[in-house]
């Protein structure tokens, strides 16, 4: 028995050398991966909240929209962007917003919520409509290099086409026929053959003395490069 509590005594020895040794470092392992485990649950926690605020803010916004009322408009944007600036919901209310400032004659007002959500939001898709709709109101200014510095650098395959058919909107206003002409025919080549888009886009090249057939063809090669 003495033998026995010796052999337990040394254990015992050994287990509080090892604590010793190893405790804090043991505790401070735990009280960080309890902390992380804690953050991740709060951080989740956080962004339903802040979706289920944001999708009350936005719904402001579109009443706001809808009635015409353009001082709540402008108050319901302030605030989503205040409380859930990075919500998708929020560049949404951008977009809204800018669509119906425009409309009321605000240019200033609808371009700076544009520049908002080219700015803020993280999904390309928006960033590029923001961009595009940014264009189209330097360019009803005459703002001409702007409007296209606007639709430089990436966009997302998909949007492609209509920043090339902006693209030459803004140079036929510019009376620049021919690079009017290269970007009508980039878009019309990236544009399904059913879609109704496409039509417009063929007008315009009738317009500027064009076959569309014939610019579906020649863009062919150039946009499988």
Do not use: C
Request: glycine share 6%; net charge neutral.
């Amino acid at each position: 028995m003495a033998h026995l509590d010796l052999e337990e005594q040394e254990q015992l020895d050994q287990l509080k050398h090892f604590w010793n040794t190893w405790g804090n470092l043991i505790t401070w392992g735990l009280i960080a991966l309890l902390t992380a485990y804690a953050a991740w649950n709060g951080w989740q926690y956080w962004r339903r909240s802040q979706g289920v605020q944001a999708a009350a803010l936005y719904e402001q916004v579109e009443q706001a929209a809808r009635a015409g009322d353009l001082t709540r408009l402008e108050r319901a944007f302030a605030d989503i962007k205040d409380k859930a600036g990075s919500a998708v919901y929020a560049q949404q209310a951008g977009l809204l917003a800018a669509k119906v400032l425009f409309e009321k004659e605000k240019p200033d007002a609808a371009k700076a919520a544009l520049e908002w959500v080219a700015a803020k939001s993280e999904d390309s898709g928006l960033r590029t409509i923001a961009r595009l709709r940014l264009a189209a109101i330097l360019a009803d200014a005459k703002s001409w290099d702007a409007a296209l510095a606007q639709l430089a650098g990436d966009v997302p395959a998909s949007f492609a086409p209509l920043v090339a058919d902006r693209k030459g909107d803004i140079y036929n206003l510019q009376s620049k026929k021919q690079e009017a002409i290269a970007e009508y025919r980039k878009a019309l080549a990236g544009l399904d053959a059913r879609a109704d888009y496409r039509r417009l886009v063929e007008v315009k090249l009738i317009a500027l003395g064009v076959n569309p057939g014939a610019a579906a063809q020649a863009a062919g090669p150039e946009a499988k490069t």
